[in-house]
T-cell receptor, first 115, second 116 residues
Framework: EPEVTQTPSHQVTQMGQEVILRCVPISNHLYFYWYRQILGQKVEFLVSFYNNEISEKSEIFDDQFSVERPDGSNFTLKIRSTKLEDSAMYFC?????????????FGPGTRLTVL | AQSVAQPEDQVNVAEGNPLTVKCTYSVSGNPYLFWYVQYPNRGLQFLLKYITGDNLVKGSYGFEAEFNKSQTSFHLKKPSALVSDSALYFCAVRDTGSGNTGKLIFGQGTTLQVKP
């Protein structure tokens, strides 16, 4: 079965630093997502992306966050100035149609630790 | 507001016994419901989904789930648990009345522990 991959698996950074989390979605998928899970809390939606545009974002996804598909294979999440509360597991996902009932394929996650 | 609740942080069952992992939801429209499983160091893996039709949905690895509209529940079940089923299970919902962008609302997850 095809897989979504994410790098790095663990990122440690100092507060105020910029981080870029990388994802390689499944090759024929067109819809991309980022979710995060703060330790002990629910998995939360951050953003969805299609056709080089954000199609929906949550209130968490403020001006400190941005997403990009810099080439035909990667999908990145950038946090410009990290805060302690950004420490979480970040999951990338992709789907082929983007429909509400569509199955999403999730990556293994990047654990971000902000010190 | 849309929400999903998984009332049990952990479920313990003996191998060979039936298992149930509970999920209830709240949406404004009709729900699309999903179960995902997470093994250590792996991404969320799709198990099954309910869109419409038969209330009993069959999925991967012998799992099934029953949609109950009156109780707003979508409990995950398996007739005979395996030790290898031990993992973290997430229930998720998409409210069809909220557009078509594919955003999922997740429950907090339930750890299933199957003992030999």
């Amino acid at each position: 079965e095809p897989e979504v991959t994410q790098t790095p698996s663990h990122q440690v950074t100092q507060m105020g630093q910029e981080v870029i989390l990388r994802c390689v979605p499944i090759s024929n998928h067109l819809y991309f997502y980022w979710y995060r899970q703060i330790l002990g809390q629910k998995v939360e939606f951050l953003v969805s992306f299609y056709n080089n545009e954000i199609s929906e974002k949550s209130e968490i996804f403020d001006d400190q966050f941005s997403v990009e598909r810099p080439d035909g294979s990667n999908f990145t999440l950038k946090i410009r100035s990290t805060k302690l509360e950004d420490s979480a597991m970040y999951f990338c996902a992709s789907s082929d149609t983007g429909l509400a009932g569509d199955r999403k394929f999730f990556g293994p996650g990047t654990r971000l630790t902000v010190l | 507001a849309q929400s999903v609740a998984q009332p049990e942080d952990q479920v313990n069952v003996a191998e060979g016994n039936p298992l149930t992992v509970k999920c209830t939801y709240s949406v404004s429209g009709n729900p699309y419901l999903f179960w995902y499983v997470q093994y250590p160091n792996r991404g969320l893996q799709f198990l099954l989904k309910y869109i419409t039709g038969d209330n009993l949905v069959k999925g991967s690895y012998g799992f099934e789930a029953e949609f109950n509209k009156s109780q707003t529940s979508f409990h995950l079940k398996k007739p005979s648990a395996l030790v290898s089923d031990s993992a973290l299970y997430f229930c998720a919902v998409r409210d069809t009345g909220s557009g078509n962008t594919g955003k999922l609302i997740f429950g907090q997850g339930t750890t299933l522990q199957v003992k030999p």
